[in-house]
């Protein structure tokens, strides 16, 4: 069984284009019905804020990969200046079940997380082409700047400025020299927000707290799923696109919200089907802005986990155990 840790996945990881085409993959097998993932459950003891998550999934076609994610998320653990998430992968051999690989860091979740997120944007450019596009971003830790990292990998010739905002100090040195030019580090969330093309949520915010309307065509990428009050749902009642809504709708998140208190129901929304298949974004409105939800789906866990497998077992990278 092949052993990976985040500095073997480090080694490998870089290509965002790759990761990004695997989730688009991945969401061709979903439209197929070729995919299996059961709802996650959430394991909670003593501290409420804290959960620990099992997701497994099956996914087709040439990837032909089963497998499991645990994933740990203990927000209290910033204080302790520890990681917030921890995770560990195991894919078993679709075939015959028997463990292949073991992958044991949290980043393989954060650059599932982005390539997503670069999934949905790949998208949107598509449709709403423009000579430049401003970023904005509230959250800088470990998901955080993945992101950034991905939208500049990616775009960044096209990215005209971006605009961090974290209430905590932001570390000028965790941005690359290359593009450092075109960041400005914000006091406030409504500064990154308001003249933001894309903005993302990466945060660990308990309460939402975005009250004000989006700026004309702006996508929302609410990756932590829990910062948009509901101020907002009139301005993307008809645009919200989220990755699973038997996922997304629970754990107290905006969609569970807007359901229970706005009267949002499933078939008001699209999935990530309707958009990376069925072309959704097309139906939209110029105008309008689009806010995407993903909670997290096993399949694209289990599909990059196996992109890094299939690379590091064909450099030679990671470390093999004996049964």
């Known amino acids: ?40 459950p959430y394991l909670r003891f003593r501290d409420p804020a804290n959960r620990i998550i099992a997701m497994p999934a099956f996914v087709g076609g040439q990837m032909n990969a ?3 994610k645990w994933i740990a998320s203990f927000p ?11 995770c560990v992968v195991i894919l078993n051999h679709a075939d015959t079940g028997e463990p292949k690989a073991i992958i044991h860091t949290a980043l393989l979740s954060t650059i599932r997380t982005a390539s997503v997120t670069g999934s949905v944007i790949r998208e949107y450019v598509r449709h709403r082409p423009k000579a430049a596009y401003n970023l904005g971003i509230t959250g800088f830790g470990p998901i955080g700047r993945q992101h950034l990292q991905m939208a500049m990998s990616l775009w960044g010739e096209r990215i005209g400025k971006v605009k961090l905002y974290d209430p905590r100090p932001i570390d000028i040195r965790l941005i690359p020299e290359s593009y450092r030019d075109k960041v400005v580090v914000t006091d406030s969330w409504q500064d990154a ?27 929302l990428l609410n990756i932590s799923l829990r910062d948009f009050k509901n101020d907002v749902f009139p ?19 905006d969609i ?19 958009l990376i298949v069925g072309g959704c974004m097309e139906a939209f ?30 450099d030679n990278v990671g470390h093999m155990l004996p049964a």
């Open 193 to 219: 927000y308001e003249d933001a093309d894309w903005f993302m949520t990466c945060t660990v915010a308990p309460e939402p707290y975005i009250d004000r309307r989006p700026k004309e065509g702006a996508l």
């Open 235 to 253: 301005y993307v009642r008809d645009t919200i696109v989220v990755d699973s809504w038997e996922e997304v709708c629970r754990e107290k998140t």
């Open 66 to 68: 089963a497998g499991i």
């Open 285 to 314: 409105p110029a105008d309008a802005p689009i806010m995407f939800n993903p909670m997290g789906m096993a399949v694209f866990d289990v599909a990059i986990a196996t992109y890094f497998v299939n690379k590091a077992l064909r």
């Open 1 to 40: 069984m092949l052993y990976l840790n985040e500095g073997h996945v480090m080694e490998m990881h870089g290509d965002w284009e790759e990761t990004v085409s695997v989730i688009e993959e991945t969401v061709r097998y979903l439209e197929q019905g070729d995919c299996v993932q059961p709802v996650k």
């Open 76 to 86: 209290g653990n910033v204080d302790k200046h520890l990681p917030r998430a921890s």
């Open 256 to 274: 569970e919200r807007f359901h229970l208190q706005e009267g949002l129901q499933q078939t008001a929304v699209r999935s990530i089907t309707d």
